[in-house]
Every structure is written in C-alpha cells, then in structure tokens.
C-alpha cells in the first residue's frame, strides 16, 4: 500500500490573497438603439412599460479561516425480510448431508471398538516357552587407527635408529699420538703407555639440534598443508551453498494478491428531482 498513498495538492496562494476570487462581474447591458422600421408612415412609439429594477444577488465570499467540512447524513436503510423458494431445500438438503455425516461417524466409532474374546474355561495353557539366551559378550576387534599408530610408531623409531647409527659412524675417531721418543729397550719396571682421554666434537650436538629442528618443520609444513586442504574445501562447499541460493532466488515465485482498502459508498445529499409537467395543452389553448 505504500505506492498507493494519497498526496494532497498544494495550497493556490490567490484564494487567500484576492477575496473575490470565483464571483463573476456583473456587466451592465448595452443601451438599446430605435431604428425606423420600412413603412410609409411612421407610428407613433408605443409608451415603455417601465420595467422592475434590476437586482443583483452576489454569492456571499466564502470564510477560507475553516475548512471546508461537507455535511454527511448517515441513513439506516431497512431490507424487507422475505425467503426465497430455494432457501427451505436448500436448508432441508444440508440437514440431510449433516444427518448422513452423523450416521457415518456413528459407524466408523463402532468399527473402531475393539471387543476381545473371552477366554475358554478348562483348556490348558497353550503359550509356547519362552527361549534361553546365553549373555552377548562381545568379541575383541582391533581399530584401523591403532594399527596406524604402531606402524607409524615402528617406523619413526627405526628411522631415529638408522639415524643414530649413522651418526655413530660419522663420528671423527683419533688417531693415537706417535711415540717421538727414540726406542730404548723395554725394561720389566717401565710404565705402561699413556691413553688419551676421551673427548667430543660440538658438531655432534649440532647434528642432533639440527635433526630435531627439521622434525619440526616437517611437522608444520604438514598441518600448514592440511589446513590449506581444509581451507579449500571449506572454500568449495561455500561455493556451491551460493550457487544454490542463487538458483533457488531465480525461481519466479508469485506475487501474493494484493489487499486494498473498500470503497465506501456514501449516500448522496442531493434531494430527489421531483418531474413537473410541461403543460402542453394549456400552453396551446393560450
């Protein structure tokens, strides 16, 4: 309803600003002329009836202080009270059809009443025994995901093993430092030869760190293309969620019926016209 709303016109300055707005000017009629008529002897002019005085009634200037507010009569109009023909069958037909629905619901009760039978007196007891079942216990299964586990599992500790042993044999081993001494022969009360000491190279730990840093990289590089996997899913499923919407917008989908507000008929306040005759014989008689 709001494309259908009521806009009043502008109010014309000149009605409050001229107050004869709407009222004629009377003009005065012209002065009749004599003129001789064709004959051989002029007659002598008829005396003028004088005639009445001429009154001019002007339309009182109307009040623009209020507004203009019609005046509404509002009529109770009385219908006759009369029955058609068809109003008594039509009236007997539905007392019929109401009378036919009745019956029918009195008979779909009675069908639906269940009536059981009553038990035979003296038979024995012909229910049959009821079986004996053993407890479910249930069987040992073995999960996808632990097996993955322990594989998983075996396989990194015999990497870090391999590693390990790598890394054992990689190591730098001295040699022993030679004897400069010049030989002399060994005598019984000689001590026994010097042995180094055992030492390590910061290069081992570094390895180590290093081994372990790339554990991690490789850890994240797999959760960071995990989510980039899930990311496009994600990306995917959104895509066709819209693509539904916008084939189900495209749909024509009716308009609904449009409701406006009734015309209401206001009776007329104009009197009825009464005919008058035109009196044509007595017009013709005179």
Known sequence: MRGYRFKANPLDRKILENRNFGIP??????LTEPYSPAITK???????????????????????????????????????????PGEEISKRKSQEIEERIRQEKERMEKMREFKAQPLLTGSPDC?????????????PFALLTNDRGEKYQREFYEKVRKEQEYIKESRFHAQPLPNFEPKIP????????TEPIGFFFFTDTRMEERHIYDEHRRFREKEAEEQRIAKIREEEVRSAEEIHRLRADLVHHAQPIRYYTPINIQPSDK???????PMIGEKRRK
């Open 25 to 30: 000017k009377v003009q005065k009629p012209k």
């Open 42 to 84: 002029p007659k002598p002019p008829r005396p003028k009836s004088p005639s009445p005085p001429h009154v001019i009634k002007a339309n009182p200037v109307p009040d623009y202080k209020e507004p203009y507010r019609p005046v509404i009569e509002h009529r109770l109009i009385e219908l006759p009270v009369f029955n058609l």
């Open 127 to 139: 229910l049959p025994t009821r079986p004996y079942h053993p407890p479910t216990h249930p069987k």
């Open 186 to 193: 060994r005598k019984p009360e000689c001590p026994p030869p």
């Open 271 to 277: 009197k009825p016209t009464r005919p008058i005759s």
